[in-house]
């Protein structure tokens, strides 16, 4: 079976961001709290964008680096969210058409919660493995622009966020390793959005629950990798990162259940193994099925060059739930140059927002929604933002909808 992997990667992470503390000062929020979630800022959506324009967004800067028959060669587009805009239309229809992929090319859009972006990455994985073109590719988008949720436990650590993954046979960042995987799904309510505009969160639960997934589905893994050890067979981990404490806690769990190991231990392996996967979430917060891909980014972005090969664990974790421990191997000597997809400089170049912009903002978004039937937002806050920013590359933005219908348009003045 021939190798297949991550190719090329990018990003699309927002125009304007706030800074966590900020939110707890204005909240009135426990700063005791603010140290667990170790975050420093998350991304803030604008009025005028929404999924479609977060995807679409993501992909051009890896899709305008590939020639055109490699474009043409996309015969696979999958898109994990949990921000749908129809009950029946994916997606990814929309996002298909705006980036201008061929025609001969099967789409569709995974919803399991966070989990996601990385069941959509594994579907492609499996797609590439057994197509008949060994110059096939396929295009995995996580992205989500959840709705704001001011006012509730979850506002300080949700953001919004899409990463696009180029899937195929020449996988230069990272070599998928064929069934090498493990699952853990049940039954639990920790999360529920029961409608367009109903967001129902048990925090508690759900770190339990994520926690239960970790240890069982990294068990799973072990039931199938015969003689796994958890710290000696990765090199580096990725965990799902709603914020950066919910690893670090996951983490030490998950090391404590495997045998007696000293606090002091715990914390050099998080540094070790953990933290660069930890950094661009710190920035951006839970964008839930970009999140784990997100995760992914920093490690790439971060990781030191090495002789040999390496391997990366993965763990995804999905609300409801449903969760996986996979693995994938960084080829020897990478980076042989230098990686950078360009994230670090896209949150270095978006716009801080004070509360109050950043509150009416929350309010002008408070009427994009799946379902609405019509919706003008007004263009010249991303205009005003995207200036702030400084000058560089076209944007896709919503322009409003009409009757169901969504329409978009091309905004200048991006940092690239």
Request: glycine share 8%; proline share 5%.
């Amino acid at each position: 079976m021939r190798q297949v992997g991550i190719e090329d990667v990018s990003a699309y992470l927002g125009l304007a961001c706030i800074k966590v503390d900020d939110v707890f000062l204005a909240r009135g929020l426990d700063p005791a709290r603010m140290a667990n979630l170790m975050m420093a800022q998350k991304t803030v959506a604008l009025p005028c964008e929404d999924v479609v324009s977060y995807a679409v967004n993501a992909a051009r800067p890896l899709l305008r680096r590939l020639s055109g028959q490699t474009r043409d060669s996309i015969e696979l587009l999958v898109v994990g969210t949990e921000s749908g805009l129809d009950l029946s239309k994916a997606a990814a229809t929309w996002i298909h058409g705006l980036l201008g992929l061929p025609r001969t090319c099967r789409l569709f859009e995974v919803k399991q919660a966070c989990y996601a972006g990385v069941a959509a990455l594994q579907l492609a994985v499996a797609q590439m493995s057994a197509s008949g073109d060994e110059n096939a590719k396929a295009l995995v988008i996580g992205c989500d622009v959840p709705r704001l949720a001011c006012g509730t436990t979850a506002e300080p650590s949700q953001g919004a966020g899409a990463v696009a993954v180029l899937v195929g046979s020449a996988p230069v960042l990272a070599v998928a390793e064929p069934g090498a995987a493990g699952y853990c799904s049940f039954d639990v309510t920790d999360v529920r959005r029961p409608t367009a505009v109903d967001h129902i969160w048990d925090p508690d639960l759900s770190l339990m629950s994520y926690v239960e997934c970790l240890k069982t589905s990294y068990a799973d893994y072990v039931r199938r990798r015969p003689g796994t050890d958890f710290l000696s067979s990765f090199d580096h981990l990725v965990f799902h990162t709603p914020f950066p404490g919910a690893v670090r806690g996951a983490h030490r769990s998950l090391l404590r259940s495997l045998g007696p190991i000293s606090p002091a231990a715990v914390s050099e392996d998080f540094t070790r193994r953990l933290e660069d996967s930890t950094r661009y979430p710190a920035h951006v917060g839970n964008a839930y099925a970009a999140t784990t891909l997100l995760a992914l980014v920093s490690l790439l972005d971060h990781v030191k060059a090495d002789s040999r090969e390496r391997r990366i664990g993965v763990f995804s974790y999905g609300s409801g739930c449903s969760s996986e421990f996979c693995s994938y191997l960084l080829p020897a000597a990478y980076p042989r140059q230098p990686a950078d997809s360009g994230v670090a400089a896209m949150l270095d170049a978006r716009v801080t927002l004070d509360i109050d912009a950043y509150d009416e903002l929350a309010l002008a978004c408070d009427g994009l929604f799946a379902g609405v039937a019509d919706y003008k937002p007004d263009l010249g806050v991303a205009l005003r933002i995207a200036a702030a920013a400084g000058a560089g590359r076209d944007l896709l933005m919503l322009e409003g909808i009409e009757g169901h219908e969504r329409h978009y348009i091309e905004i200048t003045g991006v940092p690239a």
